[in-house]
């Protein structure tokens, strides 16, 4: 029998990360299947087997059953769910942004350089508009198929979380494995990791383990909160990224319909 393929969907900074690993360690440590971390059109292809187990969860950026003919096999032949989390772009766009401030130039939006490689008139007007278009076409293929969450809600409560996703995946999960997944991906927990991992490659290179098996990198945490934009953002900043982004805030109560 063929498994489930499980699409981790969320947009960058919007902790999709953090749920992709707690969706992971569920299907795992349940015996239902494996995680293979970002998607690969081979791995489509390679992992589609029983040995597999009942579900495959992967990583992706993209809405699969348009730009892949096996994500739309796999939605037709009702082998496809989804799990997504949603926050609000203009707190999405400070985590970008911050990340960003280590690097080269970074354009506001009256056009001033600052610090960072970063264009922030770009990627309100052109990349968000893009990414949440894509991640709207998972959640409008219904509940039964995809399951999503607020950054808010999932960042606050993440037993809660871990419990919903088991539920989403029909995974009886027992109490004490759920409060033991949720422990590791606490803001906490996870820059502790961060800490030993940066500790262990300073000490023995060589000898250091990937952070991830199958993840090239885990995204460091910046805040982990809400409400960002209000001491990041400019008023003219946090405009036009209402601007171009309104119908999907409206939709999932960022701004006022």
């Given at each position: 029998m063929?498994?489930?393929?499980?699409?981790?969907?969320?947009?960058?900074?919007?902790?999709?990360?953090?749920q992709y690993l707690i969706t992971r360690d569920i299907v795992e440590e349940t015996k239902n299947?494996?995680?293979?971390?970002?998607?690969?059109?081979?791995?489509?292809?390679?992992r589609d087997g029983p040995r597999s187990g009942r579900y495959v969860v992967?990583?992706?950026f993209v809405f699969l059953p348009v730009t892949s003919p096996h994500g739309k096999r796999f939605l037709?032949?009702?082998?496809?769910?989804?799990?997504?989390?949603?926050?609000?772009?203009?707190?999405?766009?400070?985590?970008?942004?911050?990340?960003?401030?280590?690097?080269?130039?970074?354009?506001?939006?009256?056009?001033?350089?600052?610090?960072?490689?970063?264009?922030?008139?770009?990627?309100?007007?052109i990349f968000f508009p893009e990414w949440l278009g894509r991640l709207t076409r998972w959640i409008d293929l219904g509940p039964e198929i995809t399951y999503y969450s607020r950054f808010e809600d999932l960042t606050l409560n993440l037993f809660r979380e871990t419990n919903q996703i088991a539920r989403h995946l029909d995974i009886d999960l027992d109490e004490d494995l759920a409060h033991d997944?949720?422990?590791?991906?606490?803001?906490?927990?996870?820059?502790?990791?961060?800490?030993?991992?940066?500790?262990?490659?300073?000490r023995a290179p060589d000898e250091a383990k990937a952070e991830d098996p199958w993840l090239p990198s885990i995204p460091a945490i910046n805040f982990g909160t809400s409400g960002l934009y209000r001491t990041w953002l400019s008023g003219p900043e946090a405009s036009l990224v209402v601007e171009h982004n309104e119908e999907f805030m409206k939709r999932f109560g960022y701004i006022d319909d």
């Amino acid at each position: 029998m063929k498994p489930t393929w499980v699409f981790v969907a969320g947009t960058y900074r919007t902790a999709s990360t953090t749920q992709y690993l707690i969706t992971r360690d569920i299907v795992e440590e349940t015996k239902n299947g494996i995680g293979i971390g970002y998607h690969t059109e081979g791995k489509l292809v390679d992992r589609d087997g029983p040995r597999s187990g009942r579900y495959v969860v992967c990583k992706v950026f993209v809405f699969l059953p348009v730009t892949s003919p096996h994500g739309k096999r796999f939605l037709e032949e009702k082998r496809l769910k989804a799990v997504c989390t949603v926050r609000d772009p203009r707190d999405t766009m400070v985590s970008i942004y911050t990340n960003a401030i280590r690097l080269g130039v970074v354009r506001d939006v009256g056009g001033r350089e600052r610090k960072g490689d970063f264009n922030f008139v770009e990627h309100a007007t052109i990349f968000f508009p893009e990414w949440l278009g894509r991640l709207t076409r998972w959640i409008d293929l219904g509940p039964e198929i995809t399951y999503y969450s607020r950054f808010e809600d999932l960042t606050l409560n993440l037993f809660r979380e871990t419990n919903q996703i088991a539920r989403h995946l029909d995974i009886d999960l027992d109490e004490d494995l759920a409060h033991d997944i949720a422990s590791r991906y606490t803001v906490q927990a996870q820059r502790a990791r961060k800490r030993q991992l940066k500790a262990q490659r300073s000490r023995a290179p060589d000898e250091a383990k990937a952070e991830d098996p199958w993840l090239p990198s885990i995204p460091a945490i910046n805040f982990g909160t809400s409400g960002l934009y209000r001491t990041w953002l400019s008023g003219p900043e946090a405009s036009l990224v209402v601007e171009h982004n309104e119908e999907f805030m409206k939709r999932f109560g960022y701004i006022d319909d």
